[in-house]
């Protein structure tokens, strides 16, 4: 069974533009949530969806944002982007109500310069 | 801000020995405490999770301890090998938002 994907894996972008990453889940799983990995903050939780609408969102500002398509597949923007933004964004996929399926993708390095 | 206070940040163990990392967590509605591995350049991955009802869970060589009155729990990995050499992160969670600890680097020299 193949695994999380992320694309892309790497990517530099410049103050004030704007990104956007996606996630493909692993197959069956409606559940899609990222975290933000930086080595100063950790592992912060970003946001959840589950069948295309955000079931919960952790504090982060508008700037952030996502969608979930009908394919359980996942997006996250983020709009004018800062150095501060420049991370580990992690997407993970997991079967409705059972949280020990979580398995999260190996990640997008995000440089903003 | 972080709610799951993790120690320590550093470990360096034998190989054979025992790693022992503690997460202490103040969100008494959380009701799942998973551990995760992680490697250089990869994904974090779930090593061993446990709910409060228990409190003490075993797989292989990893166990979680779970103190639920001092609002604790542990991960105790038995016969430490070199290819356990990872970060390892606490966390808990309610659904599938997970608020993390900050992380223990463990080495394991040969």
């Known amino acids: 069974k193949a695994g999380v994907t992320q694309t892309p894996r790497y990517l530099i972008k410049t103050r004030g533009q704007q990104v956007t990453l996606s996630c493909s889940p692993i197959?069956?799983?409606?559940?899609v949530s990222w975290y933000q990995q930086t080595p100063g903050q950790g592992l912060q939780f970003l946001f959840e969806y589950f069948s295309e609408t955000q079931r919960n969102k952790g504090n982060f500002p508008g700037r952030f944002s996502g969608r979930q398509f009908s394919n359980s597949r996942s997006e996250m923007n983020v709009s004018t982007l800062e150095l501060g933004d420049s991370a580990l964004y992690l997407c993970?996929?997991?079967?409705?109500?059972?949280?020990?399926?979580?398995?999260f993708g190996p990640g997008t390095r995000l440089l903003v310069l | 801000q972080q709610q799951v206070k993790q120690s320590p940040q550093s470990l360096i163990v034998q190989k054979g020995g025992i790693s022992i990392i503690n997460c202490a967590y103040e969100n008494t509605a959380f009701d799942y405490f998973p551990w995760y591995q992680q490697f250089p350049g990869k994904g974090p991955a779930l090593l061993i999770a446990i709910r409060p009802d228990v409190s003490e869970k075993k797989e292989g060589r990893f166990t979680i301890s779970f103190n639920k009155s001092a609002k604790q729990f542990s991960l105790h990995i038995m016969d430490s090998q070199p290819g356990d050499s990872a970060t390892y992160f606490c966390?808990?969670?309610?659904?599938?938002?997970?608020?993390f600890g900050g992380g223990t680097r463990l080495m394991v020299k040969p």
């Open positions: 993970a996929s997991s079967l409705a109500g059972q949280q020990e399926t979580q398995y």
């Open positions: 197959s069956g799983h409606r559940s």
């Open positions: 966390a808990e969670g309610a659904g599938n938002m997970l608020t």
